[in-house]
């Protein structure tokens, strides 16, 4: 069992940043991939980013040259660097990790608001 806490939503103005956090504990040997989903309101969960243990990086195209995905692989966490926000950013964003023993763990999910 993979256990993941986020962090780091919260309100912002279009063209502001944020960065989100994931910390992954547990049975986390097996993770091979780490990433990001998000949610918005009457629409279906989609991906954001991943990121593979060997670095290997996918950004959707809605979040391309804004968002970076990036991890520490010492300290089990994923981030995920949010610039030029948008209010078609807000969504509640999820973190998702992928291993060979457990398969696919979810966070809570934290929100993402962009407003003025």
């Known amino acids: 069992q993979v256990r993941l806490v986020e962090s780091g939503g919260g309100l912002v103005q279009p063209g502001g940043s944020l960065r989100l956090s994931c910390a992954a504990s547990g049975s986390i040997a097996s993770i091979y991939a780490m990433g990001w989903y998000r949610q918005a309101p009457g629409k279906r969960r989609e991906l954001v980013a991943t990121?593979?243990?060997?670095?290997?990086?996918n950004y959707a195209d809605s979040v391309k040259g804004r968002f970076t995905i990036s991890r520490d692989n010492a300290k089990n966490t994923v981030y995920l660097q949010m610039n030029s926000l948008k209010p078609e950013d807000t969504a509640v964003y999820y973190c998702?990790?992928?291993?060979?023993?457990?398969?696919?763990?979810w966070g809570q999910g934290t929100q993402v608001t962009v407003s003025s």
């Open positions: 990121i593979t243990f060997t670095e290997i990086t």
């Open positions: 998702n990790t992928k291993a060979f023993m457990s398969g696919d763990s």
